[in-house]
């Protein structure tokens, strides 16, 4: 009887479904333990439902934005002398319950597509055990919600538990005034005045998305400027947005503290309707509500993993190699508990480069320097490849071009003024090895780019590549042909 490799993926997140799907397709038993429906944290409380949230705060921020400059005729029908123009408003209630019903219905189409594909989903939170059998299996003991357990064996261990999100000692979230991002969706109110502390991906994306749903925001940073992990051109525009836009953005300021009080300036009261924000350098901010995103944990304790031989970094990620594997025979990582990139779509290619790998299948080891990645920010922020911070540390020498929206004849007729197109290429040969868009569908901008980027096009290339007239694309030929001119003058 022919042996059939059996697969036990813990965590149905990005990197655990998307490896059952390939190790079902390549012939393999496959289980998935997950305990919160699969889709993980990205479907159910991160990615699915923060970018539901932003695309409606997207419309409003186009709406109040460019409506006078299109032409578009607003009746004042508030009587708000304060605010006569916003006629449109936002019921968070249902932009909430819209945001959840979309994650779940995702959550059921993947968990329906890994069943079709013969794999089995496992309810309960797994347990690696130490040591392996003779025949080099490994198991697994499934602990259910009722208490109630199973142990599966296994030829080869995917572990892909996700992250959650970290918290300041003296800020507990109560998951009514003081929230983390897992939170926001349960609101029943808009928040009035929101305190958001940190300004990396998670913090500027919803300090963005609530000050277009109608929020005072203030967004409370520890570093110098917003973002201080992206392409510093691309934080500046930001910034200046956010500010312009009225948001108060506190750069250098470290939150230390965030307490509910009675009322600004009264003492702290477990059922205050207000929350007081201390920072390190003993000033004060008092909002009605405070959202923490100050990056997340490995999902990685309690798990049995170092008693199986699974080396854990000090942070708590698990050390993996660029094919997934961990330090113990037949287990792999994949996705956020590895603290390799924190993005989906890296998940799922660890999850798939660990099952071709075991499986024996033709596999190409991760490389980074063609992942492309996104802030869904307004105006978004795009970027692959080699960046801003690797030429100016000299990592690769690399001619740098920037070409701002303002100058595009699509952006002015969409009345587009905040972004650019930014393309690095190597001296000489001219093969694009980065770039980053800042503009509205960033998202969308940077394939072409990444592209390029995978299959090491020349700037020569793209420069003579047909674009549709008008559009956004045509920014990204135009450097192009500014870097390829550039190359044909040092050439001469």
């Known amino acids: 009887m022919e042996h059939v490799t059996r697969i036990v993926i813990i965590g149905g997140g990005p990197g655990g479904y998307e490896a059952a799907l390939v190790a079902a397709q390549l012939g393999a038993e496959v289980s998935v333990v997950d305990c919160d429906g699969l889709g993980g944290a990205s479907v159910l409380t991160d990615c699915v439902p923060s970018k539901t ?8 921020t186009n709406f109040d934005s460019s409506y006078e400059e299109l032409g578009i005729r607003v009746e004042d029908t508030t009587h708000d002398p304060d605010d006569p123009a916003r006629v449109v408003g936002v019921d968070i209630r249902k932009v909430n319950r819209r945001v959840k019903r979309l994650a779940l219905a995702q959550s059921h189409d993947i968990t329906a597509s890994v069943t079709r594909a013969g794999g089995r989903v496992v309810r309960g939170r797994g347990r690696l055990e130490p040591g392996q059998a003779t025949d080099g299996s490994r198991v697994v003991t499934v602990t259910a919600a009722d208490g109630s357990q199973e142990q599966l064996t296994a030829d080869a261990v995917l572990i892909a538990t996700g992250g959650h999100p970290r918290e300041i000692p003296d800020a507990r979230p109560d998951g009514e005034r003081i929230l983390n991002w897992t939170q926001l969706y349960d609101l029943q109110e808009q928040p009035e005045e929101l305190i958001v502390i940190g300004s990396g991906v998670t913090g500027a994306e919803f300090a963005g998305a609530y000050q277009a ?12 400027r917003v973002l201080p992990g992206e392409d510093p051109d691309a934080a500046a525009v930001l910034e200046d947005v956010f500010r312009r836009r009225g948001m108060n953005v506190m750069s250098r300021s470290r939150a230390a503290s965030a307490q509910r009080v009675a009322a600004a300036g009264g003492p702290p009261k477990a059922d205050g309707d207000r929350v007081e924000v201390t920072l390190q350098d003993g000033r004060t901010i008092t909002g009605t509500h405070c959202l923490v995103a100050v990056g997340a944990i490995p999902n990685s304790t309690d798990m049995g993993l170092e008693e199986a031989g699974v080396r854990l970094k000090d942070s708590g990620h698990i050390w993996t190699d660029k094919v997934s594997r961990t330090s113990a025979p037949g287990v792999y990582a994949a996705g956020d508990c590895t603290g390799v990139l924190a993005l989906a779509s890296v998940a799922a290619m660890q999850g798939r480069i660990a099952m071709y790998h075991f499986l024996g299948d033709a596999v190409n080891p991760l490389d980074l320097r063609t992942v492309s990645a996104n802030v869904f920010t307004d105006p978004e922020i795009a970027t692959v490849g080699y960046s801003q911070a690797d030429v100016d540390k000299g990592a690769i020498e690399a001619r740098v071009v920037k070409l701002p929206l303002l100058r595009n004849p699509r952006a002015k007729m969409q009345g587009i003024r905040d972004g650019f197109v930014k393309l690095f ?8 090895v980065g770039g980053v868009v800042v503009s509205p569908r960033a998202s969308e901008l940077i394939h072409p780019i990444s ?23 045509g920014s990204i030929a135009e450097v192009a042909r500014q870097l390829h001119t550039r190359k044909m003058t040092e050439l001469h």
Request: hydrophobic share 45%; proline share 4%; with cysteine.
């Open 53 to 60: 949230l932003i695309a409606t705060a997207e419309v409003m």
């Open 213 to 224: 749903l109608g929020s005072q925001v203030t967004l409370v940073s520890s570093r110098d």
């Open 425 to 432: 290429c190597r001296p000489g040969t001219g093969i694009i």
């Open 451 to 473: 592209i390029a980027v995978d299959n090491n096009l020349t700037v020569e290339q793209i420069a003579n590549t047909f674009t549709v007239y008008p559009s956004l694309t």
